[in-house]
């Protein structure tokens, strides 16, 4: 059987429901916000099959980090706007409380349907933003992951991101 989870994120808790095919929620989990989220999130998971989609609200922005701890897991994950999930919330049912789980039963409500909605990929090869720096000691120039910033105080940064006084940054 296929299964839908939704995702309200928040700074400190995540909130998941998970829905069936005829949108009934089958099962309710709310996690702690932290290192261990996805593993609590799986193993809760891990009944209701393995034929299942993420839908995350946010998945871009507050529920990036979870959305990007699932897809490497080997996750289903699509990317659900506010609006979207909100507008599902308000017409979809007569629980229309702006509450978490509420929040997540829209959001898998609208996941399921899937109309347009954006599959989350992996940003490990995106360059920029998520390179890692370097171990101690490895010479930042030659580093594949960023470049030693000459421009300003010298200080290393991920390929791709513009410092603030460098007007272009070499590939």
Known sequence: MSMTIGIDPHKGSHTAVAIDGDEHPVARLTVTADRCQTQRLLAWAEPLGVERTWAIESATGLGRLLAQQLVAAGENVVDV??????RVRLLGSTKAAKNDPNGALATAVAGLRRCGLRAVASDEHSGGAHARRPPPGVDLVAYPGGVDCTC????WRPAGRLCGSAPSVPA
């Open 81 to 86: 706007p506010p609006t979207l999930a909100a």
């Open 152 to 155: 300003c105080s010298g200080s």
